[in-house]
């Protein structure tokens, strides 16, 4: 009946739980883009920077293979040939030396005929048309650099090649003394530079962003569940509740104008049933003269009696007073209670005991109305235990509140029925009205008190009352 309304109060928090959980993978899948650009843009900076760092390798090595070994060379033996020994080891020395602790794989030297005359390698020495496309673009004086690669397919695609490696074309040329201007170009230098640590350095810092970013998005998913969880239970739970409270609202609303429709034809009835009875009570004087074991007059009068209390117990309910507070002792209230049923109590085999606490408290109550709510309890108890048995009443104070316990031996009430006790002409007897634990609810909570209604572990009901020491007591 309820899920309907439900549902639809949760409709709009619904729509943002979506929202949240796609704005999650949105914001997911930008870092992975967004790490994956990075990565890509540090590749290219540290291609750059290895550009920069050969060019400025290039032309250190430029100057100083001009400066000690060219000069040298051509004055001592008047041309450069590297096939001699001598002048082979000079130039294998100044080019080591220049490159030491600089991280160069591999340095060719071309002569002017794409011949490579010197190398780290010495079997490329006397090599021809190794330089190509960039061999001849550094002859003509420009500089050219080219990236090689080696690896399978996945691997050049995530960025961790195999091997990778940049390769860099500069022309050798002469210098002018005290000149910027520099002279012809007498060959071409190649070096070498591996980059595969750098790209692997960067591969696992792109990993680290991923790795990070996918934890990151994972706490942030379960504290969006728990949030979202959490959120739709309370807004489930109040609006259920306010469903409940609006079908209580609407219930006693009912029971209002059950209530004052009930009171209104009672007090209707309660005239005429007056005089129904006290005309049969003089119509059984007379009757008795004539035929005494005529009974039709006592049957008027008995069932007259039953049908009075029975719209005293509705104008109780529909019109309940209010107490006039006046200090009271409870166990006096209930020594009266007793007293008037003691007939009743013998009749039915019943032997009530109480034990009352020492010094206790008075309090400020209607002893009229809490003496009409012990009363409707201990009848309960009665009829509750037809075979007969015991019913003991407690007295205790203390916390700025007297408590009366009533416990009988009775069958007790089963599980389904507690919870509609205290619904109104809710009854289980065959001749009664339902309203007399409702109408006793009212009057203890007319006092400020409490009552709760349950079953004794050893078998039997017990009711429980608090009611307060309102302030005036003595």
Same mark, same amino acid.
């Given at each position: 009946m309820d899920i309907k309304p439900v549902e639809e109060k949760t409709k709009p928090f619904r729509l943002v739980k979506y929202f949240t959980f796609s704005s999650l993978i949105v914001i997911f899948a930008g870092t992975i883009v967004l790490s994956m650009l990075n990565t890509h843009w540090a590749r290219a900076m540290q291609r750059q920077k290895s550009e920069d760092y050969a060019l400025l390798l290039l032309e250190n090595l430029n100057h100083q293979v001009f400066m000690q070994f060219t000069i040298p060379i051509v004055l001592k033996y008047g041309k450069i040939q590297l096939r001699q020994r001598e002048q082979f080891e000079r130039l294998d020395k100044v080019v080591r030396t220049t490159l030491h602790s600089f991280k160069i794989d591999m340095v060719n030297i071309y002569d002017l005929n794409n011949v490579i005359s010197y190398s780290f390698n010495n079997e490329l020495v006397g090599k021809k048309n190794l330089g190509g496309t960039a061999y001849k673009k550094a002859l003509v004086g420009e500089v050219v650099s080219k990236q090689i690669?080696? =690896?399978?397919?996945l691997q050049i695609v995530l960025g961790i090649p195999k091997k990778s490696r940049i390769i860099t074309f500069a022309p050798l040329r002469a210098e002018r003394p005290l000149s910027r201007i520099t002279g012809p170009v007498l060959g071409v230098v190649e070096i070498e530079q591996d980059l595969s640590d750098e790209y692997r350095t960067i591969f696992r810092f792109q990993i680290l962003v991923i790795s990070t970013s996918t934890l990151v998005m994972f706490v942030l998913l379960l504290v969006m569940i728990f949030v979202v969880k959490r959120g739709e239970n309370i807004i489930e739970k109040r609006a259920r509740e306010r469903l409940r409270l609006k079908e209580q609202l609407a219930r006693a609303e009912h029971l209002s104008s059950l209530g004052e429709m009930v009171a209104s034809v009672s007090h209707e009835i309660r005239n005429p049933l007056g005089i129904i009875r006290s005309s049969a009570e003089l119509l059984k004087k007379k009757v008795t003269g004539i035929d005494p074991s005529n009974t039709i007059p006592d049957i008027i009068v008995e069932e007259s009696s039953r049908l009075n209390t029975i719209i005293t117990d509705f104008l109780n309910y529909a019109r309940p007073k209010s107490p006039e507070l006046m200090p009271c002792r409870i166990e006096e209230i209930v020594e009266k209670n007793i007293s008037y049923l003691s007939t009743q109590l013998h009749e039915a085999g019943c032997d009530v005991e109480q034990d009352y606490d020492p010094g206790l408290t008075e309090i400020m109550g209607d002893s009229a109305m809490l003496y009409q709510a012990f009363l409707n309890i201990l009848i309960n108890s009665i009829q509750a235990m037809p075979g007969g048995g015991k019913i003991n009443i407690r007295v205790t104070s203390g916390d700025d509140r007297v408590s009366v316990l009533f416990q009988d031996r =009775?069958? =007790? #009430?089963?599980? /389904?029925?507690? /919870?509609? #006790?205290? /619904?109104?002409?809710? $009854? $289980?007897?065959e001749k009664g009205t339902g309203l007399g634990l409702i109408i006793v609810k009212n009057i203890i909570e007319s006092h400020g008190g409490r009552i709760l209604i349950g079953n004794r572990s050893d078998g039997g009901a017990? +009711?429980? #009352? /608090?009611?307060? +020491? #309102?302030k005036g007591a003595n």
């Open positions: 690669q080696r =690896g399978n397919f =009775g069958m =007790g #009430i089963s599980e /389904d029925l507690l /919870d509609k #006790i205290w /619904d109104p002409f809710f $009854t $289980t007897k017990q +009711v429980k #009352i /608090d009611l307060p +020491v #309102i």
